[in-house]
């Protein structure tokens, strides 16, 4: 069973910057799309940033010109890079993975990202 590990989140002044990364315990194979999403109380689980095989991204609109997702597909691992963080930007983010041929869907358990005013 693979697991996906996120790490980089914390507490953070608006302004600031955060390095989210996300870990998959061992090789997977076959990866479509990588992703980080995020909910906080009350709200929906919603995608923030996606990149696919082919290095395609995808951005919410409250992340573009402020949020950059990467992938080291080699090291099954994905960041995403926060800057100008804003207090709504406060949730639990949750990377996830997909695949073909057969299809997976993983999800890691989650980092806390907090922003203060």
């Known amino acids: 069973q693979v697991q996906l590990v996120e790490s980089g989140g914390g507490l953070v002044q608006a302004g600031g910057s955060l390095r989210l990364s996300c870990a998959a315990s061992?090789?997977?194979?076959?990866?479509?799309?990588m992703g980080w999403y995020r909910q906080s109380p009350g709200k929906q689980r919603e995608l923030v940033a996606q990149?696919?095989?082919?290095?395609?991204?995808k951005y919410a609109d409250s992340a573009k010109g402020r949020f950059t997702i990467s992938s080291g597909y080699a090291k099954n691992m994905t960041y995403l890079q926060m800057n100008s963080l804003k207090p709504e930007d406060t949730a639990v983010y949750y990377c996830?993975?997909?695949?073909?041929?057969?299809?997976?869907?993983?999800w890691g358990q989650g980092t806390q990202v907090t922003v203060s005013s």
């Open positions: 061992r090789s997977i194979f076959n990866i479509n799309i």
């Open positions: 990149i696919t095989s082919s290095d395609s991204t």
């Open positions: 996830r993975i997909t695949t073909w041929g057969p299809q997976y869907d993983y």
